[in-house]
């Protein structure tokens, strides 16, 4: 099982990124995925989550900001994330939930001007 995620960097606030995570190793289709992130000094926290069958789910601090979607014809989680805030600022986790829970690597998203 891999995920792996991309898309990060830099952005000023009130800037637009979107990461993408390419899956491998399962199917993709048959499981819920999840971003999740990790602010600088503070625990991981959920973030959004996608269902098997496409309905969206978000935590409250990034409602009507970001927008979650999957392609399951190329195996990929995407997030993407407008007006973003300096409080956006963290490690951003591809997650595959389950009873065999997979993590990507992480990809960094900075929001500073």
């Known amino acids: 099982v891999q995920l792996v995620e991309s898309g990060g960097g830099l952005v000023q606030p009130g800037g637009s990124l979107k990461l993408s995570c390419v899956t491998s190793?399962?199917?993709?289709?048959?499981?819920?995925m999840s971003w999740w992130r990790q602010r600088p000094g503070k625990e991981r926290e959920y973030v959004a989550t996608?269902?098997?069958?496409?309905?969206?789910y978000y935590s409250n601090s990034v409602k009507g900001r970001f927008t979650i979607d999957r392609d399951n014809a190329q195996n990929t989680l995407s997030l993407d994330m407008n007006n973003l805030k300096s409080e956006d600022t963290a490690v951003y986790f591809c997650?595959?939930?389950?009873?065999?829970?997979?993590w990507g690597q992480g990809t960094q998203v900075t929001v500073s001007s």
């Open positions: 190793g399962f199917v993709f289709r048959d499981y819920g």
């Open positions: 997650h595959r939930p389950g009873t065999e829970p997979a």
């Open positions: 996608i269902t098997i069958s496409g309905n969206p």
